[in-house]
């Protein structure tokens, strides 16, 4: 059975037992003073635009019509005209809203004056919309301020919550007080949290289901600075771990345009001296000050990578080849290493996650560190280090012929702070081992795919969900369609 029919008959029993057409009013001229004073038609509300009203008649040869009013009674037109035979209406909404419903047993052609709702039902296909604003004070508290709204809003059903480290299990976001409705379709919240162990990262989350069963979630993401801003007087930047242990292989050779234009040298120096890197001190919290507008950026998971130079008309007696690194956008700049026998490539090695920029510079052992970068150099290369992995999480697999045709809606929610435009790959198999076939390589982190079957397509589909960002970090997972 089909997502689509289930939601159809559910609705069709809720209608049933509620029985407002089980029994059709008889044609009425006036309206007592009983009926003015009985209580409203029950309310109800669903997302789906179409849906079915069933009825009984007690005579075979009967009709029965059946009205409608979207402007709460003030005028009514007529939807059908049915017989026994039929046993419901199937109404289809074309605007969300609310709309009333009457039956009569028909008597004549015209529609009577003084007809009364037996049923109202509320159409909202919307989600509700989430403003969500997360702020780190200097204290490292998260503080939040929420605005939800939605026409058919629930308080109880609004969920703010926070994960405090990556791969912990959710927890409630203290709130100053708890949802309420106080206007109407809007809620108002804020709240704050005090993490009471270090962490590096915390995500916040808001999951509102409203009355019509329309989800939507809101996600940010708070990254939390070292707990020591400042450098020891003994801070000395990452050195070159390179020994020439091993020859030079498997060079990355990034874009020419990013390489350093320098010449070559035909021999190593001999017994070159050793000079050992400036220190860097500051005593100032630094301002951390990303690569220029322009600049290319390379990205990698690898903490371990090689730099392709080229030098060239170079006294190999004097030169030195320094390789010096900014990760503060080029306002200070840091000797990372030397390469002493002057040949292609340079190893490299990072310890952490972070966006540097470096650049070669070709020195002789007499300048007494005269040439070195400055706050106007340029970078010759810009490479963004992200071992992070996105984080995945599969929804509801849903077999559904809403759109007239099969259809499998796939739904996820992944996150993380270095997607492109379309992270998101999706493939399928009839087993959970593969072989896989691709549905669409890269999708938008819309949350949710609707992939179009074979109408003759049979048996049940696994779907394989790949999420990864720009510096090659992937975390999959695989879903299994519910069997029909």
Known sequence: MSCSTTKHLLLAAILLCAAPFATPLPAQTTVDAEEQTAPAAKLYTTRTPQF????????????????VSKNFGNSWRTVAIQGSEKKVFRFQAQRDGEYWFC???????????NLRPQMRVFVDTQRPAI????????????????????VTLIAKQVA?????????????????????IELAGVID?????????????ALVRIKVLDGAGNLAIAERRIY?????????????????????????????????????????????????????????????????KGPPVEATVHQTNRTRFKLDYELSNVNTNTTQVQLWATEDGGKTWGLWGLD???????????????????????????????????????????????RVKPQLRLGDIERTVESGFPEIL???????????????????????????????????????????????????????????DQAGNTVSAIATEPVQ
């Open 410 to 468: 796939i739904k996820w929610e992944a996150t993380d702070d270095n997607f492109s435009d379309r992270p998101i790959r999706l493939q399928c198999s009839q087993s959970q081992q593969g072989p896989w076939q691709e549905i669409s390589p890269a999708v938008p982190n819309a949350g949710f795919y609707r992939w179009r079957l074979d109408p003759n397509a049979s048996g049940t589909w696994f779907i394989k969900v790949d999420a990864t």
């Open 52 to 67: 079915s009203i069933p009825y009984t008649l007690q005579q075979s040869t009967d009709k029965i019509v059946l009205f």
């Open 103 to 113: 039956s009569r047993i028909q008597s004549s052609t015209t529609i009577p004056t």
């Open 189 to 201: 919240l804020a709240g704050r949290w005090q993490p009471t162990k270090a962490t590096r990262m």
């Open 160 to 180: 703010v919550e926070i994960q405090p480290a990556p791969n912990s299990p959710w927890q409630s976001f203290p709130l100053v007080e708890r949802p309420t």
């Open 131 to 150: 403003e969500l604003h997360t702020n780190l004070t200097s204290a490292g508290e998260i503080t939040l301020e929420c605005k939800v709204s939605d």
């Open 224 to 288: 939390f600075p070292p707990s020591a801003q400042q450098r020891p007087q003994s801070y000395e930047p990452l050195r070159n771990p390179y020994t020439r242990a091993a020859p030079h292989k498997d060079a990355i050779n990034w874009p020419a345009d990013n390489q350093p234009a320098t010449p070559t040298v035909a021999n190593n120096p001999a017994n070159p001296t050793p000079v050992q890197p400036d220190a860097v001190v500051t005593t100032a919290k630094p301002i951390i």
């Open 340 to 386: 002493h026998d002057g040949q292609s490539p340079l190893d490299v090695e990072i310890q952490r996650d972070s966006t540097i920029g470096f650049i070669t510079i070709i020195t002789t052992l007499e300048d007494n560190g005269k040439n070195r970068p400055t706050a106007d150099s340029v970078a010759d290369i810009w490479i963004r280090i992200d």
